[in-house]
């Protein structure tokens, strides 16, 4: 109200309300513009997510890492790379996302030759990957296969048994290093058959499979997708897969227990990782996200078969469960074989 020049006060006319109306609805908009702005830059993801893979191009992380970069890209709308990161057994990769912001832009492709075998076998290692990482999906499963240089005089798992033992701690076996299941495998192998060979670790997949079809090595236990292409071209010859059963991308190669090893069984499986104290809302997007890719695309699926996965698609909950069972299981295994890396 406002007073007369004979003191009265008087109501405010219609165009000083209507002013007061605009002024506060400018104010409003600035405040809403504000807040808009701001839950955007919050709004996960915002900018690139970097999937680091602890080991070289070529093997089974990088296949699969960039599987789930593909995946990822359309659900998140935003851009997912790839960022080899190789070293340490995987310790270099796996230190850079622990030791990242939980914040969902920096994550870890990995899984059973990662993130289970290394701290089972390192009585130092510098991780507890139980607390450290935060699971985020299970997304495949694939066995590994016995190859052997295709100019080594054997073509079954018996033949090779013998081979061996006329040569104790003479031949050469690649890994795609010291702590992975292929070195698991054959550390088992040696173990059931009474055979002694030589572990030459290399910093992933790509490379021990190079080097051991040019005879630098004679043999390997490679996972499925990293050879399947080479074993059914030929260029290295499969004697045995690792699996409970045999695998329907190479139906005539018999299991390990099939070809006299009782029992025998290691799997791989991959999963999604992010450093601890990622927020439950981005690791519930991004989990959703890999669930709905790997179960629901058909062009990734189709893709995974073809690559020697099988695809899973289970969600965080699942994949914590997953990992500390697997976790229990091969730490009996690997305790009772003596199996450790040196400090």
Not at 35 to 47: E, G, I, L, M
Not at 50 to 77: C, K, S, Y
Not at 273 to 282: E, S, W, Y
């Amino acid at each position: 109200m406002r007073c007369s020049p004979d003191g009265a006060k008087r109501n405010p006319g219609p165009l000083s309300r209507i002013a007061a109306l605009r002024a506060f609805i400018r104010a409003t908009f600035v405040v809403l513009a504000a807040v808009t702005a701001a839950h955007a830059q919050d709004r996960y993801p915002s900018r690139t997510v970097r999937l680091v893979v602890a080991f070289e191009p070529g093997g089974v992380a990088d296949i699969m890492g960039r599987l789930m970069a593909q995946a990822l890209r359309p659900r998140l709308n935003q851009n997912v790379i790839v960022e080899n990161r190789p070293g340490g057994d995987g310790l270099i990769g796996m230190g850079s996302v622990v030791r990242a912001d939980p914040d969902g832009y920096t994550l870890l492709v990995g899984g059973f030759g990662g993130q289970i075998i290394p701290p089972l076998m390192r009585d130092d290692f510098p991780f507890d990957v139980r607390r450290d990482l935060t699971k985020v999906a299970l997304t495949a499963e694939f066995g590994n296969v016995l190859v052997v240089n295709k100019s080594l005089p054997v073509n079954s798992v018996a033949e090779l048994i013998a081979w061996l033992k006329a040569r104790p701690g003479a031949v050469n076996f690649a890994s795609s290093g010291r702590a992975t299941s292929d070195r698991l495998a054959a550390e088992l192998f040696m173990l059931e058959t009474g055979t002694k060979m030589v572990d030459v670790p290399y910093k992933g997949g790509g490379g021990a499979l190079v080097d051991m079809m040019a005879g630098t090595t004679q043999l390997m236990f490679p996972q499925l997708p990293a050879v399947l292409a080479l074993a059914k071209s030929g260029q290295v010859r499969p004697l045995a897969v690792t699996s409970r059963t045999r695998l329907a991308q190479l139906p005539d190669v018999p299991t390990l227990d099939e070809s006299g090893l009782p029992g025998f069984h290691v799997s791989s499986w991959n999963e999604l990782f992010a450093p601890r104290g990622l927020p439950d809302d981005v690791r519930d997007i991004l989990s959703a996200a890999l669930v709905d890719a790997i179960r629901n695309d058909a062009e990734i699926r189709t893709r995974m078969a073809t690559l020697g996965v099988t695809p899973l698609g289970e969600d965080a909950a699942h994949a914590e469960a997953f990992f500390n069972q697997e976790l229990d299981r091969w730490k009996i295994v690997i305790d009772r074989a003596g199996i450790k890396l040196p400090r």
